[in-house]
């Protein structure tokens, strides 16, 4: 994993936006200006948010993160080593807590986003049709 891998696969998430609020090198993932995902200028990996304090320290009791420096308990920092299935679903799942506190017009105004990660593109076209 590396800071390009993050940024392509965040990319990818509908209104997703990347920032550097604090100046020197950060990368802030956000939608609908709340932040999903935050790669520091100083720390390696990437912090992502979690549904609880508890999933927080689930992953790092397990192994799979470490806690996040600067950030709320449900945060939890990533390393680079993660895999990147275990990335890819963790910045998702860090993209759709966050996309779900949204306003519901905020969130309509977005592109559909659950169908674009869970499905095969083959599905997706047959799904639509």
């Known amino acids: 994993m590396s800071r390009e891998i993050v940024n392509v696969i965040c990319r990818t ?3 997703a936006e990347v920032s550097d609020p604090w100046g020197g090198g950060h990368d802030a993932w956000k939608v609908g200006g709340k932040m999903f995902a935050c790669i520091g200028a100083a720390m390696p990996g ?3 948010k979690t ?3 508890e999933t927080a320290e689930m992953l790092i ?8 420096p600067y950030f709320h308990r449900s945060w939890v920092n990533l390393p680079w080593g993660t895999p990147k299935d275990e990335l890819r679903h963790r ?3 860090s993209y ?3 996309r779900s506190s949204l306003t519901k017009k905020a969130q309509a105004a977005l592109d559909p986003f659950e169908e674009r990660l869970a499905l095969p593109s083959r599905v997706r ?5």
């Open 51 to 53: 549904d609880s304090v």
């Open 61 to 68: 009791e397990t192994g799979i993160g470490v806690k996040a």
């Open 125 to 129: 076209k047959r799904k639509r049709s």
């Open 96 to 98: 759709r807590l966050v």
């Open 91 to 93: 910045l998702a799942a």
């Open 46 to 48: 990437v912090s992502v």
């Open 13 to 15: 998430f509908p209104g």
